[in-house]
């Protein structure tokens, strides 16, 4: 079974930034398909940003320029850097990897902007 754990969620006002950490096993952070998926109550759960196996990325239109996605090797995780948040940035955010035909999933991590 493959554990990814979230963390670095929190209250930040908007305009502000939060680094979101995912830890996983390291050869997923290496070699796999990995990224971050949002959702809020009632509504699906959606694609935020995702890096391929060969580092290509794909980006929710809203925030491409504001988000980035990374992967730290040394410290077997993937990061997720969001800066200039948005109200409607506000969701529980959760780390995401592919294995083969598989996907895996965290618990999640919550991220509220609010003034």
């Known amino acids: 079974q493959v554990q990814l754990v979230e963390s670095g969620g929190g209250l930040v006002q908007p305009g502000g930034s939060l680094r979101l950490s995912c830890a996983a096993p390291?050869?997923?952070?290496?070699?796999?398909?990995v990224g971050w998926y949002r959702q809020t109550p009632g509504t699906p759960r959606e694609l935020v940003i995702s890096?391929?196996?060969?580092?290509?990325?794909n980006y929710l239109a809203s925030v491409k320029g504001r988000f980035t996605i990374s992967r730290d090797n040394t410290k077997s995780t993937v990061l997720l850097q969001m800066n200039n948040l948005k109200p409607e940035d506000t969701a529980v955010y959760y780390c995401?990897?592919?294995?083969?035909?598989?996907?895996?999933w965290g618990r999640g991590t919550q991220v509220t902007v609010s003034s």
């Open positions: 890096m391929t196996g060969g580092n290509s990325t």
């Open positions: 390291e050869r997923i952070v290496r070699f796999y398909p």
């Open positions: 995401w990897a592919r294995l083969g035909v598989s996907d895996y």
